[in-house]
């Protein structure tokens, strides 16, 4: 079983990306989505973010993420403490995904994650691959969603850049077209990937 890291930066396109690899069959581990459950669920990760944030960050059982973020993103020893708190369990639940998936007889399975070299992720993945978009573009499309110009550029600051993130990349998507365009790039991709023999991978 290949197992693939999808990472870019925010509203890049990396979800479309999976969606589109989950119709080509292969399996999706949202690590960002995983890392959200955790903060409302697991009892270690609650009481971490309590001592962190104050335990009125919690409204009914979920964390104010926009003020977590808030604070998080202007106190570097606070968002460290943060990532070490999550970023372990997101981990371990990766590889028991990974367990599931070889269990399932999945040709490929793929962890979409925002961060994903940042927080030390790709090492989980045989292959990388990076989704690219314009700035500019990127923006209007969050802005659309509902998210302020500030959220965006905080986000976008904590994020490697787009050249960064190209020379890490084994695999790199320009999501400058249209679906149709990223949909024929992606499988392109994966059957590139899926015809690398393990021995002859770069990794
Ligand atoms: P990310 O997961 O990187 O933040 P998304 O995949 O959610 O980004 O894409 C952001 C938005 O842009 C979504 O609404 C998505 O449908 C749209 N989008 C992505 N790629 C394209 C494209 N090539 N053409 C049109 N819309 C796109």
Redesign the pocket.
């Known amino acids: 079983m290949k197992v693939i890291g999808v990472t ?10 999976c969606d589109i690899l989950r119709t080509l069959g292969c399996e999706i581990f949202n690590a960002d989505l995983v890392a959200k459950q955790l903060q409302e669920t697991d009892s270690e990760v609650i009481a971490g973010i309590k001592q962190l944030f104050g335990a009125d960050i919690y409204e009914g059982g979920v964390p104010n993420r926009k003020k977590m973020a808030e604070i998080a993103f202007c106190d570097a020893q606070k968002l460290e403490a943060l990532s070490q708190l999550i970023h372990p369990k997101v981990f371990l639940e990766f590889e028991r995904a990974r367990k599931t998936a070889e269990a399932n007889g999945a040709k490929a399975l793929v962890k979409e994650a925002a961060i994903l070299f940042e927080s030390g992720g790709d090492k989980q993945v045989d292959e990388t691959i990076v ?1 690219l978009a314009p700035r500019t573009e990127r923006i209007r ?1 969050l802005e659309a ?1 509902g998210m302020t110009r500030q959220d965006i550029e905080a986000r976008m600051a904590r994020q490697l850049s787009d050249d960064e993130l190209r020379a890490r990349a084994d695999y790199v998507i320009e ?1 400058t ?3 149709d ?2 949909r024929a790039k992606t499988m392109d991709i994966l059957n590139k990937i899926l015809s690398t023999s393990s021995i002859t991978s770069n990794r």
């Open positions: 870019g930066g925010i509203g890049s396109g990396k979800s479309t990306v989704v499309r969603r999501n077209g249209s679906l365009e990223l």
